[in-house]
């Protein structure tokens, strides 16, 4: 009989050990990406995009366009943070006050006697900053599997209709340069009206993004988004790649 017992409390401890307990079960891990800046962060970005287009018989591609992207958070409190955006050394003419959740608050040119920038280039730039900081997945948990809608502005000039809607999907953890970063991919379709554009060209886009965990910014994200126009009665296939990758060394605070 005590040898019965024994061993019916070996098999419970092992069974317990091994997770042979029905009434336990693992809660899922949450993730924060939300963008989460300090002041005096620095985020250097290398940012190219290529756009070519096929009639079926020729092929044509518009010079790579390439450029480096510094965004200086000049400070930052609990609800929002400011940033002046720099690109390829020269600094636009007014700092951006930002909520959490990607949000403009308040921009503040440097000169308050020019021109006013216009309600089209107040929104792209904001939707912009947002897209490269990442702050359009939200301030809400993630966690591996889930997916939610993001908003994405395609940088066409001053492209019109150029917003769409994505879907998020936090695909796993892992590691990017060493450091703990969510794998993001993202799907959706929208069309673009270039700016004097009668024909506006739907899209079908696909990426991935990886989100540095520490502090929810983006160390990659690539995109590419195919589509068909028309160009004097033919059907012309369209393609178009993003990459903006964070350069680590020419970073600070991160």
Known sequence: MKGWARSTCLLVIVAAAFGGCSAITATPTEYDLTFRPVTGMRL??????????????????APKQSSKRVINIVAADTESYSVRVSVNGTAVPFVMTMMRDGTLK???????????????????????????????????PWRVGSSREVALRIPVGAA?????????????????????????????????????????????????QWTDLQTGAVLLSTMTATGQSNSGGRPVDVEMKQEERLNLRASAGL
């Open 44 to 61: 250097a970005h290398d940012v190219s995009m290529e756009v070519s287009a096929s009639d079926g018989q020729e092929r044509k591609s």
């Open 106 to 140: 308040r921009l503040a040119p440097d000169n308050p006697n020019g021109p006013a920038p216009t309600e089209e280039q107040v929104a792209t730039a904001s939707t912009m900053l947002k897209d490269a900081v990442g702050a359009g997945l939200g301030t809400m």
């Open 160 to 208: 019109k209709g150029s917003e769409m809607k994505l879907r998020a999907t936090l695909r796993r953890i892992t590691k990017f340069e060493r450091r703990p970063a969510a794998e993001l991919t993202l799907d959706g379709a929208g069309t673009i009206a270039g700016q004097g554009s009668s024909v506006p060209v739907l899209m079908s886009i696909s990426g991935i």
